[in-house]
């Protein structure tokens, strides 16, 4: 990867408690290394409503979907551990 830091997608809806926790729990996990995360509000943006519906939070870097519905810490962390290879 170059040297620029990743960033992740967090497939949301902004009255989602799961939404909520889910970007809570990860900041701590990403805080350290300078990723953002790009959150996209599946009520705003109806081209994912079929991929998604009611299925969210989904975190995904890329096109590689790294959690859904609750943080997988583990998985986050072996992203970052690839990216910064």
Same mark, same amino acid.
């Given at each position: 990867?170059?040297? =620029? $830091?990743?960033? @992740?997608?967090?497939?949301?809806r902004r009255w989602c408690h799961l939404c909520d926790d889910l970007l809570e729990a990860?900041?701590? @996990?990403? =805080?350290?290394? +300078? ?11 109806? !081209?994912?409503?079929?991929?998604? +519906?009611?299925?969210i939070p989904v975190l995904c870097a890329g ?9 997988? $810490?583990? =998985?986050?962390? =072996?992203? @970052? @551990? !690839?990216?910064? $290879?």
């Amino acid at each position: 990867m170059s040297g =620029a $830091a990743p960033e @992740l997608t967090l497939y949301l809806r902004r009255w989602c408690h799961l939404c909520d926790d889910l970007l809570e729990a990860l900041e701590p @996990l990403i =805080a350290p290394h +300078g990723i953002a995360v790009r959150e996209i509000d599946i009520d705003e943006h109806p !081209e994912f409503e079929d991929v998604y +519906g009611e299925h969210i939070p989904v975190l995904c870097a890329g096109a590689r979907e790294l959690c859904r519905h609750r943080l997988d $810490a583990g =998985a986050v962390e =072996a992203y @970052l @551990l !690839e990216s910064r $290879a």
